[in-house]
Every structure is written in C-alpha cells, then in structure tokens.
C-alpha cells in the first residue's frame, strides 16, 4: 500500500488564497474577518481570535470557534496572558502547553469555558506600534501548535497589518480632503443677492451644462476665478482637475513652458520632461486669467490648441492631445485690443463663444453688507471669540464708497480694519480708504493746456498708486494702460 503525502500550502499559496477573498471585500471588518477565519481554517485550528488595542486595553474585536459570543465583552491588560505579553513585547510567541507557561491566564477560559492547550499569537503592527495581536488556539485533530504554523500566522498578521495601515491612510486622505474641500468651498464661496449678480450665476449655471469655451470680463477683483469655478464646480466635470493661471504674471518663454511642458534637453537647465497645465488638467477645466497680456505668438499657439485640442511640449515632436475644457478671463477691453492690433481677432471670436461680464461692486452695492459679514466671519487674524461687527456709520460710509479695487479691495479693507480696530465694532477710522477718497484740491486757472493737463496726470496717477499702496502693476491695470507706459509717464511726470 502506497503512502499517500499531502502537501501542506506554501506562504505564497495561502496569500495568494486570502487575496482573492480580499478583492471582494470593500470593508475592513470584513476583510480582517477573512483573513482570520482563513488563518484557522489553514492552519486546522479550533479557534482564532483578533484583539485590537484601545485605550491601551486589548479587547477582543472578532473570533471564531465555541465561544465568540461569550469573548465580545472581555478585554485584557497589555501585560495580561499570552495576548497581552505579545502586544507589550512586541514579538510573536508560540506556547505549546499553556499550562506549564507563567505568561498564561485562566480568565479567557473560566469566562468562555473553552479549555485550551497550545496558542500561537502574533503582533499586528503600524510603524512599528502595536495594534492588536492575532492568535489561533490549539489543533482539531488535538495534536499540538509548532513553529510552522506560528510562522504561517505571521504571513497571516502581515496582510492584516497591511489592510489596517492602508484602510487608515485611506480614511486619512479621505478626512484631509474632505477639509480641504471645505476651506476652498469656504474660500471660493461666491456671495450676493442683488439682481446683477444673481443674472451672472444665472447665465454661469446655464453655461456649466456645456463644454463651450468661454471669457469672463470683468474689472481686478470683481471675483473672475470665483465664478470660473463655480462653472467648474457644476460642470460635468467637477471630479477632474481645475487648474489656474495667470497669464500677465509670467514672460513669454515661461508661460509657454507652464502652459504647455518641455522635453529634456528643451532648453539650458532642462534636466528632464516637465508636462505643463494643459497635460495635467486633461479630462477637466483651466482657467487662464488675464489672457489680454498673452504676446501675439503666444495667442497664435493657444488658438491652435483650442482648434485642434493637440499641442507639443516645448522642444517636443509628438503632438499631445488634451480634452480640456478652457475658461479665459481679462480686466482689458478686448474689443479696443483687437482694434488696436493687440489682441488676434480670431483668437478673440474663438474666446468670444460665451461673455460673461461681471458688475463692479459699486453696481451690486446692496451685496456689501453681505460680503462684509462674510469677511469678519472668514478672517482669521482675530480670536474667535470675539463678536465682530461694523458700525453704522462704517457700513454707510462702505456703502457709499466706490470700491475702485471692487471686492478684492474690500476683503482687504475688512482685514486691515480688524487689525487697527480697537473695539469689537469697526468703526470708519479703522478703514484705510480715506487718502483715496480726498477731494482734488483742483487744478488752478492760468496755467497752459499742456501744463493743465500734466498736473492733472500727475494728480490722478498719484492717488491711484496711493489707492494701489504703491504698486505700479496694480496701478496699471486700474488705469487699463500698460505698466512700461505708466512708468515713462511717472518719468515725465516727476513721479517719485
């Protein structure tokens, strides 16, 4: 008679076993159920245990076997029996006759009335921190554990380690993003019920339900990127990317590069391939603020993308193809650019599918009560505790202003007021609008045209740089001429 040999499942066969249970499992109980009920089943064990450490106890989390019901409710000390001494130690221990070892307890069993005889235990570890212990206890067929099968349970205990250390950074990414979701809703919260803003949100939600390129027009700060991606946010596209640039902030050579990528070896420093905003953001939505500043040869480069949805990256010969849904925005006239040679006219008609023009502030004036609210509930510079509110007489003096910076301005107005306030309640000494809204003192009779007209230039760009707090560009850009022209006229002008 032929001996008959068995062999016993190699430590790729029973991971290889418990991982296609695993695919099916979506939830961590679940999965480490499995990967329990498996290890008893491999190994012919009467039971299995999975104990899980909380508030530096070790409690019992599932088993298998006799007394499951009876083990819900037990827990053990970190130095407590076998379990305890493993996830004080840090080590995996096999105990073949538990009677005869000092490290056993009898509580497990006088509870559940389970006799046992031999156990196997095993730390489940994140970075090296117990997080509980699995063990198996005793053979059916009665005979003792051994070593083979504690170092089967540790093949065991280290996929366990890994679903908890992935299911944890899971619910951690998914925690962060969830935040992070909130702060920029939070950020790019549009605010306003006057019947001008409400058209634009209206004309928006029409114009999310399309993919049609569009430009919105609109005045520095009158909140161009917060209505792109309220398009964005309900678009058909609102799981893909969104990516935001600023045209007028970057030269030419740097903006094609951020716009479209570079191979290796492109340029002088090109250590290797860098993909630009088109590539990173294919399946979903870029902006592009202040497209007006593009350079004519840009402008060529970007219709051709728009045409025919295909670009190459810097120093590149393969054309990429993008699906990309692209949003333009510009504080300019367009028309008086196209007119003026600035600004490509079938660039501008590509762009010109959709127009969506947003009010200055001053025209939605009834919207600043609101946005001030929001403004002192979105600062943070300030205890919380604090219940700030603005004067009567401020929120008048708000109200009246003209908001030449619009709602940019008056964000930052808010947070430099609650940094000079004295008292819970702003009042207008605490704005720092007042230099901007001085009356001319007037130009005076007598003088030649020329001269008249100079010290009127002179007066006007003054009081715009004070409004701008210095900055040319700013300043620029509220006198829609460009910032080299600005500084011949300070030149000229004997402007400091």
């Known amino acids: 008679m032929k001996n008959t040999f068995v062999a016993e499942p190699s430590k790729i066969e029973i991971l290889s076993s418990v991982a296609k249970l695993l695919d099916s499992s979506r939830d961590i109980d679940e999965a480490l159920g499995k990967i329990m009920e498996t290890a008893a089943a491999t ?16 409690r019992f989390f599932m088993a298998t076997g006799e007394t499951k019901k009876e083990l819900q409710n037990l827990d053990l000390g970190m130095g407590e029996g076998i379990a305890g001494w493993v996830a004080s130690h840090n080590q995996p221990l096999l105990v073949k006759d538990v009677e005869k070892d000092y490290r056993w307890s009898s ?55 890994t679903i908890i250390d992935d299911t944890t950074k899971i619910r951690t990414i998914s925690a962060q993003n969830e935040f992070l979701k909130k702060e920029i809703e939070t950020r790019y919260q549009l605010v306003g019920e006057s019947p001008n803003f409400k058209k634009v949100l209206k004309e928006a939600e029409k114009l999310a339900r399309t993919n049609a390129t569009c430009i919105i027009v609109g005045e520095s700060g009158t909140g161009k990127e917060l209505i792109a991606r309220h398009i964005y946010r309900m678009s058909g596209r609102p799981d893909k990317p969104f990516i935001a640039t600023n045209c007028g902030a970057l030269p030419e050579t740097i903006l094609e590069r951020e716009l479209f990528g570079h191979e290796k070896g492109a340029f002088t420093g090109a250590d290797r391939r860098q993909i630009g905003i088109f590539e990173a953001a294919d399946t979903g939505t870029i902006f592009l603020d202040e497209v007006s500043e593009m350079s004519l040869t840009m402008q060529v480069k970007f219709l051709r993308v728009l045409e025919e949805r295909q670009f190459f990256r810097l120093g590149g010969t393969s054309p990429i193809k993008v699906d990309v849904r692209v949003i333009a925005a510009t504080n300019r006239n367009l028309d008086q650019l196209v007119s003026e040679g600035k600004f490509r006219e079938d660039l501008y008609y590509r762009l010109n599918v959709v127009k969506l023009s947003l009010p200055p502030l001053r025209e939605r004036r009834e919207d600043i009560p609101l946005l001030v609210d929001f403004f002192l509930k979105k600062q943070d510079i300030v205890p919380l505790s604090k219940n700030l509110k603005v004067s009567g007489e401020a929120m008048e003096y708000l109200k009246k202003y003209s908001w030449p910076g619009n709602v940019r301005e008056l964000e930052n107005a808010i947070e430099r007021a609650l940094v000079m306030a004295e008292t819970d309640e702003l009042q207008i000494d605490d704005f720092p609008m007042q230099p901007a809204a001085k009356k001319s003192e007037g130009i005076p009779v007598g003088l030649s045209l020329k001269n008249g007209v100079d010290k009127f230039k002179r007066e006007f760009i003054l009081r715009t740089l004070d409004l701008t707090k210095g900055s040319r560009t700013e300043a620029a850009r509220l006198l829609e001429i460009e910032r080299t022209y600005l500084s011949k006229l300070a030149k000229e002008l004997d402007i400091p």
């Open 107 to 161: 509580k497990i069993s006088e509870v559940t009335g389970f006799k046992v005889y031999s156990i196997a235990c095993c730390p489940l570890r994140i970075q090296n921190e117990v997080v509980g212990v699995l063990e198996i206890l005793d053979r059916k067929d009665g005979s003792s554990l051994d070593e083979g099968d504690l170092e089967k349970l540790i093949s065991f205990a280290q996929l366990a380690e």
């Open 43 to 58: 190994l012919e064990a009467r039971a299995s245990s999975l104990i899980m450490v909380k508030d530096k106890r070790l």
